[in-house]
């Protein structure tokens, strides 16, 4: 396991959560943040123990409250093409993940940190969850890929309000338009994120009963399919359908159905 400064990660039950350790800075992204992101998803790409991923923020306050402004002051333009592709790089290996990875939203996402959040599977947020991209209230526009996938996620119109107007919506709004799958409340006991926590962890168990390699592929095919003419899209599903007829998962999920029992899936 690597050393990492700025990210926690722990695994148990298959469930590897990552946690951006920042909570002085709300969590912000800074560029050491940003490589230690896409060093811990190289890793969890490898471990064997690992089937789903968690992607959260230490704290109540913030999930990601944006970049780190102060390092992004200093940027010029060639440093800002380096600043805004190294985003965008880790935050598509996010995206490409063949194992599912659901952002636990527990306060603020903001800027980078609301990309961040675009570029996982799933999300889920906590009552008193707050996103935004207010990018062009710092004269420049969001760099991590949330110009391309909040309006996937949320259609056109909606994306280019948050944007032009740089406003913030709460967790229920978020939930209304789409942008996140499930809105977890305060408990009356216990504290807010040990409840979000607690749900992130059913949902991820609840997806990690099924068949791992169809995970992964339902996936790939999902994001790829979007960025695909619909014909282009169709072929590609019928040639992962037809892979997935190779791999004995196929056959004991198949074989459990039919004897009515739960399947025993081995990831090949």
Do not use: W
């Amino acid at each position: 396991m690597a050393d990492y400064q700025n990210v926690q990660l722990e695994v148990q039950d298959r469930i590897a959560t990552l946690s951006v350790n920042r909570p002085d800075k709300l969590n912000a992204l800074n560029e050491q943040t940003i490589r230690e992101l896409g060093q811990a998803m190289d890793e969890i790409a490898g471990r064997d123990d690992v089937g789903g991923v968690i992607l959260t923020g230490v704290g109540e306050k913030g999930f990601v409250a944006g970049a780190d402004i102060a390092e992004l002051a200093k940027m010029g333009p060639v440093d800002g093409i380096e600043v805004s592709r190294l985003g965008q790089r880790v935050f598509r290996q996010i995206e490409l993940s063949r194992k599912p990875v659901l952002a636990a939203v527990n306060g603020f996402a903001l800027g980078g940190g609301c990309e961040l959040a675009l570029a996982c599977h799933l999300r889920i947020a906590s009552e008193n969850a707050q996103f935004g991209l207010p990018e062009v209230k710092l004269g420049i526009i969001p760099g991590y890929g949330g110009t391309l996938r909040l309006p996937r996620i949320v259609g056109k119109g909606r994306a280019l309000e948050l944007m032009l107007t740089a406003q913030f919506i709460k967790a229920d709004e978020a939930y209304r338009i789409g942008l996140v799958n499930r809105v977890v409340r305060k408990p009356e006991e216990g504290s807010q994120k040990d409840a979000l926590m607690t749900e992130a962890r059913a949902m991820m168990s609840v997806i990690l009963a099924n068949g791992p390699i169809a995970l992964g592929l339902a996936i790939e095919c999902t994001t790829r399919g979007m960025e695909m003419s619909v014909d282009d899209g169709l072929a590609l599903e019928s040639n992962l359908f037809g892979l997935l007829a190779a791999t004995s998962d196929m056959r004991e999920g198949m074989t459990a159905f039919l004897e009515k029992r739960t399947a025993a899936f081995t990831g090949k």
